[in-house]
């Protein structure tokens, strides 16, 4: 198997939108896309057993290559058979290069043109990752889809600051793949993805997506999006990126998004999304329903015996909003599972409604009309 | 139906020991003595839901009442159609009447003739618990099996002061009897049991037992241990009252106890237990096993691929104390779950053990060389 392996089947294009219906083998099963990600960051989606995971209809989750090899360490994950039998789940897995974190968590990080020297947020400890480093640490966990090591410029960013980190993800891209292809990476069923950076340039992006789509890899994201920019920006640079990306190959956002973001990308051609915000807010009590977030902190919800939501089915619309509520008022860890639970499904959910009508031909009128619902009936956070 | 009523069959005594196998009709089902009862205090058992409480075989849970009642109020409660249907486990509940949590936990309280006077911990509200409002608040909540409001004497304690909560506990005792027959309390299936203070006065433990086992309660509890005397004590205290106690009627210790303990007092003819311990210890990284707790903060069980027990399966037991261990030592909430799960599940399929060995007619033997294999591989929590 190559990075060129057809591993990636188109099986509609949408006529109203550039919103496309796929299908993705991986060594671990196949995923229907559109597809959302649930995040497993610490090899746990935070509060769900796999069981939980398998029973909303979670295809595949992510694995965050920063936390994990930093504790327990990729080497000990490999010692135990890879990431899918330590955390006991069958299905496929993405992980990230480690690279956003580096940025973002670690201390005194020193970027060099080799990778970036860090010291650990947890203990202090000195570490480098380097292109070959992360394709090693992924290929330890056994990661089904894995990530190009990145630089992520900041929003705002100058255009030089940008020109450099985008030809330096450009070089670090192609050491990823040359060292995935040494170390037989590919044979070993697993996919590498590469990350199209740019900022708000458009010229930047689309040189990046025209250069990284001139190397095979198996798939492409679209990084350096909702890193503070407004939403209009973001979907613009969504969009100045997708039509330079091969369309027979899968293309992931990264780190997105609200569901209404969500299903604008898949309109602008984006396949994968992933995003801690379902999970994250669930455990600050805040519920997804189609007319817009639920905080169940909210006094007015006390008494209230409804579900969350009348026209959603999970384990946690059996419960009531009064029931809810309590849970998250007394700080009990059974509001965050039940919570993050209905969240995740109800972004899995969506994105099943999102396929149905790629596949009925409607994705133009459906998405917008679910969309206005929503953010006309978004109660205030 | 009253609070005389055939609830209660004994199957089985056994003859080696005063251990009894019995079954106590409720109005949500059936439960097999001896069992040990999850305890649920704030309308859930911490980490689980309903499922997997009922994957794990729990039979009975407890639910708090001075918890409930301050929030989110019984009232409230009731309003939702109960405690069952709020929290969504239609199996029997038993509530504690409250006393208990007055006297540990809120403050400025004032013992008075007819019940104690208050302030909430959670916001110094001023509230007043009664033989009355506790039998009103357990039938707003609608368990199964309340118990009567009690004056817990600590230890060690002055005989003065013991014999004078001991004539105040029988006093309310049956003043919350009084008030179960006035309000209906019995015909709406719900259980009443007394409670045996006496402190480590064998002779206050006898004459409490025989005073309010002629009055005729759905059962009976031994309350005042495992509140800092030592094992031993303990023991001694239950082995002082259970042979004063209606045999045809259930018997239950309150708040006990480690494994080990709960199959002596079974032998000393105890049919009912609770505890916080297995699900409190699980959120602090301690598993149970045939060979004592394990402590999977240590450092050992790092690379170990080793579930928890060899000889014990449930959903927990696929996992490896390695991955285990690092959800611990992240501060994962799976951590919680996952170790809670298995705690309970051995609390109860110990029971299961008991019940068989009870059954078979070789508990004697049985639980002594449970015993002691457990007390003798104790590792070091």
């Not at 994990?68 to 000990?76: A, D, H, K």
């Not at 891209?173 to 993805?193: S, Y």
Request: proline share 6%; aromatic share 8%; hydrophobic share 40%.
């Amino acid at each position: 198997m190559s990075a060129t392996a057809s591993h990636f089947h188109l099986i509609k294009t949408d006529s109203g939108t550039a919103a496309r219906r796929g299908r993705l083998q991986t060594a671990h099963g196949t995923i229907e896309t559109p597809i959302f990600m649930p995040v497993g960051t610490q090899a746990t989606v935070k509060a769900l057993t796999p069981a939980q995971l398998r029973e909303i209809g979670a295809q595949i989750i992510l694995g965050n290559t920063y936390h994990l090899n930093l504790r327990p360490t990729s080497e000990l994950i490999a010692e135990l058979g890879g990431l899918h039998r330590f955390m006991r789940w069958d299905g496929p897995i993405l992980t990230d290069s480690g690279g956003f974190q580096v940025f973002s968590l670690a201390k005194l990080r020193k970027l060099r043109d080799d990778g970036v020297e860090f010291h650990s947020h947890l203990d202090g400890r000195r570490l480098f990752l380097g292109p070959r480093e992360v394709v090693a640490i992924q290929s330890n966990l056994g990661s089904d889809i894995a990530m190009v090591l990145d630089e992520c410029p900041p929003w705002p960013c100058e255009r030089a600051a940008c020109e450099a980190a985008v030809a330096r993800s450009a070089r670090w891209a192609a050491q990823c793949l040359a060292a995935a292809r040494e170390t037989g990476f590919f044979e070993r069923g697993q996919l590498l993805f590469a990350i199209v950076q740019g900022s708000t340039y458009d010229d930047l992006r689309r040189g990046a997506a025209e250069s990284l789509a001139a190397l095979d890899f198996s798939g492409y994201a679209v990084g350096g999006v909702s890193v503070g920019e407004p939403e209009p920006e973001m979907l613009k640079q969504v969009g100045a990126t997708t039509p330079f990306l091969p369309a027979h190959k899968p293309r992931y956002t990264m780190g997105l998004g609200t569901p209404p973001q969500m299903l604008k990308m898949i309109a602008q051609g984006v396949d994968m999304f992933d995003c801690v915000l379902p999970s994250r807010v669930a455990r600050h009590g805040l519920a997804f329903t189609p007319d817009g977030p639920l905080n169940l902190r909210n006094e007015k919800h006390r008494r209230d015996p409804r579900p969350i939501s009348e026209e959603v089915v999970n384990y946690t619309t059996q419960f009531s909003r009064s029931y809810l509520r309590h849970l998250v008022q007394a700080g009990e860890i059974l509001g965050c599972t039940l919570l993050t639970l209905h969240n995740l499904h109800f972004y899995l959910d969506l994105m099943a409604q999102a396929r149905a009508h790629i596949e009925a031909g409607d994705y133009a009128s459906w998405h917008r009309a679910w969309c206005e619902r929503y953010e006309s009936g978004a109660q205030r956070v």
